[in-house]
């Protein structure tokens, strides 16, 4: 009798351990559940976010109408294809809008310490845009390209009073729009449109600005980015020869990317190859770290904070990281947009004769890119 009482309370503790063991699998996996629920809302309402951020309208190529209609004759008479409405001629070939594209927009601007997040009109210190990237992730591809924007590239940029009022519309340098509209939302929001309008009406879905800080926070968080010195840099530094290698760091990596010669015209174009370059190596330190731990974007972001100004939200960032693992950054995926550089003379107010260097962009180089870029061509064969 007692061996069975025995028998009968080890049963009752191996079914209460059973019980506690059950409960706390159970929990373990309504954690799990819950935690990948949520990263999916996440991702499913930054994917829907995203794609509601931007004018669903394709860009407006310039085209050729003569050149459209005989090959559309040509395929619809000799291939037996019937042409589509959003199909485009470029270079006697057929065209199709890649509308899967997320285009983002990264901008340094001129501003030492944090970045303010509220739009202020008052006396239009915001800062300029120094530096400007449009980022595009090709999502059926599984492409990134980067596309280098002079800051100097000469647009419309439209001034706003402390009401938020537009007062006026000048042509000049796209860099003191940002400025120019106060910074915060509504400086991001005419950067955007700004850049938008410079690229035939491309759809830009979201933007991130940083000051000078984060710059140099990121270079030290990655361990220093090496490069290659494109232009003779030897009245900053007697190292910085031209085709040297050099490390940056966070204590010079500003002054190298901000480096330009003043007196001469073009520089600034020079300095945009300068970083367009650490562009490409930083991005590339930046997805590898992500990969090896995806905890990094949270410290990055973490670290960064103070200093940067965005309207790009958990969510959205959720999905264009998962996204943006899963491309490659290939070299030859860096651009540059080209032009002429000219001079504008004026006479400042100690009698000194000085002048703006002007950035006018090449329309066809540009068309090229947005081609090359933004568009797939239709093989008329395999259809």
Same mark, same amino acid.
């Given at each position: 009798?007692?061996?069975?009482?025995?028998?009968?309370?080890?049963?009752?503790?191996?079914?209460?351990?059973?019980?506690?063991?059950?409960?706390?699998?159970?929990?373990?996996?309504?954690?799990?559940?819950?935690?990948?629920?949520?990263?999916?809302?996440?991702?499913?309402?930054? *994917?829907?976010?995203?794609?509601?951020?931007?004018?669903?309208?394709?860009?407006?190529?310039?085209?050729?109408?003569?050149?459209?209609?005989?090959?559309?004759?040509?395929?619809?008479?000799?291939?037996?294809?019937?042409?589509?409405?959003?199909?485009?001629?470029?270079?006697?070939?057929?065209? *199709?809008?890649?509308?899967?594209?997320?285009?983002?927009?990264?901008?340094?601007?001129?501003?030492?310490?944090?970045?303010?997040?509220?739009?202020?009109?008052?006396?239009?210190?915001?800062?300029?845009?120094?530096?400007?990237?449009?980022?595009?992730?090709?999502q059926?591809?599984?492409?990134?390209?980067?596309?280098?924007?002079?800051?100097?590239?000469m647009?419309?940029?439209?001034? @706003?009073?402390?009401?938020?009022?537009?007062?006026?519309?000048?042509f000049?340098?796209?860099?003191?729009?940002?400025?120019?509209?106060?910074?915060?939302?509504?400086?991001?929001?005419?950067?955007?449109?700004?850049?938008?309008?410079?690229?035939?009406?491309?759809?830009?879905?979201?933007?991130?600005?940083?000051?000078?800080n984060?710059?140099?926070l990121?270079?030290?968080?990655?361990?220093?980015?090496?490069?290659?010195?494109?232009?003779?840099?030897?009245?900053?530094?007697?190292?910085?020869?031209?085709?040297?290698?050099?490390?940056?760091?966070g204590?010079?990596?500003?002054?190298?990317?901000?480096?330009?010669?003043?007196?001469?015209?073009?520089?600034?174009?020079?300095?945009?190859?300068?970083?367009?370059?650490?562009?490409?190596?930083?991005?590339?330190?930046?997805?590898?770290?992500?990969?090896?731990?995806?905890?990094?974007?949270?410290?990055?972001?973490?670290?960064?904070?103070? @200093?940067?100004n965005?309207?790009?939200?958990?969510?959205e960032?959720?999905?264009?990281?998962?996204?943006?693992?899963?491309?490659?950054?290939?070299?030859?995926?860096?651009?540059?947009?080209?032009?002429?550089?000219?001079?504008?003379?004026?006479?400042?107010?100690?009698?000194?004769?000085?002048?703006?260097?002007?950035?006018?962009i090449?329309?066809?180089?540009?068309?090229?890119?947005?081609?090359?870029?933004?568009?797939?061509?239709?093989?008329?064969?395999?259809?």
């Open positions: 009798m007692e061996k069975t009482n025995r028998k009968k309370k080890r049963k009752r503790k191996r079914s209460g351990l059973e019980k506690v063991v059950m409960c706390l699998l159970s929990t373990v996996l309504i954690i799990v559940l819950v935690l990948g629920l949520a990263g999916t809302i996440l991702y499913k309402s930054g *994917e829907i976010a995203l794609k509601a951020s931007a004018n669903a309208a394709e860009p407006q190529m310039v085209i050729d109408l003569e050149e459209i209609i005989k090959i559309r004759e040509e395929i619809e008479y000799n291939a037996g294809v019937a042409w589509q409405d959003d199909w485009v001629v470029y270079d006697g070939k057929v065209y *199709e809008y890649r509308d899967d594209m997320l285009n983002f927009l990264l901008l340094g601007i001129d501003h030492d310490g944090s970045l303010s997040t509220e739009t202020k009109l008052s006396d239009w210190n915001a800062g300029q845009a120094d530096t400007i990237f449009l980022v595009s992730l090709n059926t591809d599984k492409e990134i390209s980067v596309i280098g924007i002079p800051r100097n590239a647009v419309d940029v439209e001034i @706003y009073n402390s009401e938020s009022e537009r007062v006026e519309t000048i000049n340098q796209i860099c003191l729009q940002y400025g120019y509209a106060g910074g915060g939302a509504l400086g991001l929001q005419k950067m955007k449109e700004s850049v938008s309008e410079l690229m035939c009406g491309l759809p830009i879905h979201g933007a991130c600005a940083v000051s000078f984060a710059i140099s990121i270079t030290d968080r990655l361990g220093g980015i090496e490069v290659v010195v494109p232009d003779d840099m030897t009245q900053y530094d007697k190292a910085f020869a031209q085709g040297s290698t050099q490390i940056l760091t204590k010079n990596v500003i002054d190298y990317l901000r480096y330009r010669e003043y007196k001469t015209l073009g520089s600034p174009t020079t300095r945009l190859v300068r970083q367009k370059e650490f562009m490409r190596v930083a991005m590339g330190r930046v997805m590898q770290e992500i990969k090896n731990n995806p905890v990094f974007v949270t410290d990055i972001y973490k670290s960064v904070k103070a @200093y940067m965005t309207d790009i939200s958990v969510d960032a959720v999905y264009i990281a998962s996204k943006a693992l899963d491309c490659t950054l290939a070299e030859q995926s860096f651009y540059q947009l080209s032009g002429e550089d000219r001079a504008e003379y004026f006479v400042r107010e100690n009698g000194v004769e000085d002048f703006y260097n002007d950035y006018y090449d329309k066809e180089a540009l068309q090229k890119i947005m081609f090359e870029v933004y568009y797939r061509e239709v093989k008329v064969s395999d259809l």
